[in-house]
């Protein structure tokens, strides 16, 4: 009778097998489709946290170019209307953005620039190719042009940020009213920005072509950026046509100006290592 019971039990065992495989498999599969992909070249612990946790802020941009990521948006497509259009932030991030960032991947796969920072990149950017120098550029520019807006944004400065943005241009209109000079006249597709000067430490406007950026050795005034307005036509064309003037003008309705004076108290923390 033992061992009648014992071989049924065993025959139960051995045919519930295949389902508890099963269960355990489906499980391992939804743990690998949720986890967030993680790039090669890690080797130390502080990276992978920097990575996990890369959101293009000062020092995410200082591990070495190969463990970078593509960040999320930080909103919905339509979060920025009606300033800028949901179909021109779905294109501009998805495929402008992206096609940088994975452009950039490719120009530097298996040379010495992927253990580089970008800012290192950027301090000798005469030293690379235009596929280096385009990429980097697109996908640096474009992560903080992403984060200097937000849906709740708009209004003035305030604190520590206004007060350096009145001691360098004399008040926050003048500087906005040279800002948009830049941006209204930077011939063909660039950027206008705002940024700190490394030697006096007040802060500057300029504007870059392409996918250049004040960081760039090429630049005659080189600084920390803070803030970047993209007038490449594909940031404003879809909604403003040829009338970028109305684009420029409407941008400060959505500017993070948390997102600016946050990149202004990490440029003196990060100073020191951005070469
Ligand atoms: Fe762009």
Redesign the pocket.
């Known amino acids: 009778m033992k061992k009648q019971l014992f071989l049924v039990m065993f025959l139960v065992g051995l045919l519930s097998l295949p389902f508890c495989l099963t269960a355990q498999q489906a499980v391992k599969s939804k743990t690998k489709t949720d986890a967030k992909p993680v790039p090669a070249v890690l080797s130390t612990a502080s990276e992978v946290s920097a990575v996990a946790g890369f959101a293009g802020k000062g020092e995410d941009w200082l591990i070495p170019s190969a463990n970078l990521i593509f960040p999320d948006l930080p909103y919905a497509y339509d979060a920025l209307e009606p300033v800028i259009d949901r179909q021109t932030v779905e294109i501009?991030y998805d495929k402008?953005?992206r096609g940088y960032f994975n452009n950039f991947k490719k120009a530097i796969a298996g040379t010495d620039l992927e253990t580089k920072s970008v800012y290192s990149i950027f301090a000798d950017i005469d030293k690379v190719s235009t596929a280096v120098r385009n990429n980097a550029g697109g996908f640096y520019n474009?992560v903080l042009y992403w984060s200097n807006l937000s849906p709740d944004g708009g209004g003035k400065p305030t604190g520590e940020l206004l007060e350096v943005i009145t001691r360098s241009f004399g008040s926050y209109e003048t500087f906005v009213q040279k800002f948009n000079e830049a941006a209204k006249t930077r011939f063909g597709s660039g950027w206008a920005w705002l940024s700190v000067d490394p030697a006096s430490k007040e802060l500057f406007i300029s504007s870059t072509a392409n996918q250049d950026n004040p960081l760039m050795s090429t630049e005659e005034k080189q600084g920390f950026p803070l803030l970047g307005m993209?007038v490449?036509e594909?940031?404003y064309y879809l909604k403003y046509q040829n009338k970028r003037a109305d684009y420029v003008e409407s941008f400060w309705n959505k500017v993070n100006w948390q997102d600016v004076q946050s990149r202004y108290a990490e440029y003196f923390k990060i100073a020191a290592r951005i070469k």
């Open positions: 501009h402008h953005h474009h993209d490449w594909h940031a």
